[in-house]
């Protein structure tokens, strides 16, 4: 649904820059491609106001606020004594770390990439219409591609549809460091929306099955979002600095690739059911 939403505004967005008329707005200065950011922020602010509204609030009785930063942290840490204990969720986490480093530093910095790299018939840098397309293209094909690998996972199983998600990732990013014109862009955009797709719904979903069975799912969660957001800071700062000491962003693309291929093998090394870790490997560990 995400991804739908997506869809519907970035075509708005693209007709504000290629018809900037048909808004009344003036086409000049970067006017119609700076709005769309506004866009967004209206559009976000917008719709958040439907679940704010509709959705229930907490029961019982409320948090305090006092010490946030120093409870956020005990919550952090709790759940990370309790994955000493889990193997399995313990082994996911850690390839989910890995391949989702890959992830978002593809979706980040994609656009940087073509702009640098990717040129039009007439050799031309790449233009604003097209990136916005490729986007488009991705969006698109990513509401496909979750629905395609909810089905891999019901045949081939979760951790067997991310380990194929992670391999394809490998040939797209074999991919983007051999092409250099537009139209290899967009076929490329596609191939990164159906996996992107896939891979981002299964990722949640994976976790969600292997929890243990607990009413703190919030800190669980909370410890997935940690992972997933300090994955894209290391992500994009090996990006940064691949770029950094080589000065070819093509290099870039073996960093991440190395990063699906690494999450690959952490995921193959997941096992299938959760093998309990005796108490007395972890005991010392746990203590406060």
């Not at 990732?169 to 139209?183: D, E, Q, R």
């Amino acid at each position: 649904m995400g991804y739908i939403g997506s869809v519907i505004l970035l075509i708005i967005n693209l007709l504000m820059v290629m018809k900037p008329g048909w808004f009344g707005i003036p086409d000049r200065d970067g006017l119609p491609a700076r709005l769309t950011f506004l866009s967004v922020a209206v559009w976000w602010a917008g719709w958040a106001q439907w679940p704010f509204s509709r959705l229930p609030g907490p029961s019982g009785q409320k948090p305090g606020k006092k010490h946030v930063i120093w409870s956020g942290y005990q919550e952090l840490r709790k759940v990370w004594v309790q994955l000493t204990g889990m193997r399995r969720l313990r082994r996911y986490l850690m390839a989910f770390f890995v391949f989702n480093m890959g992830i978002q530093t593809v979706m980040y910095l994609a656009v940087n990439f073509a702009k640098q790299e990717i040129k039009q018939a007439d050799g031309s840098p790449i233009s604003d219409e097209s990136l916005i397309i490729s986007v488009l293209i991705i969006q698109l094909v990513a509401a496909l591609g979750a629905l395609t690998f909810v089905q891999l996972s019901k045949r081939l199983g979760n951790l067997r549809a991310l380990l194929l998600g992670c391999l394809i990732w490998v040939g797209v990013c074999a991919m983007a460091w051999s092409i250099h014109w537009t139209y290899q862009f967009y076929i490329l955009a596609a191939l990164v929306g159906s996996v992107m797709g896939g891979c981002q719904a299964l990722s949640s979903s994976t976790y969600a099955k292997f929890l243990p069975t607990t009413r703190d799912t919030a800190s669980f969660f909370s410890f997935y979002d940690v992972s997933y957001y300090v994955g894209t800071v290391l992500g994009t700062a090996a990006y940064g600095l691949v770029y950094q000491f080589t000065g070819d962003l093509r290099n870039t693309i073996i960093a991440i690739g190395s990063f699906f291929v690494l999450g690959a093998f952490l995921l193959w090394r997941v096992p299938k059911e959760e093998v309990p870790i005796p108490a007395s490997a972890y005991s010392r560990s746990s203590q406060p």
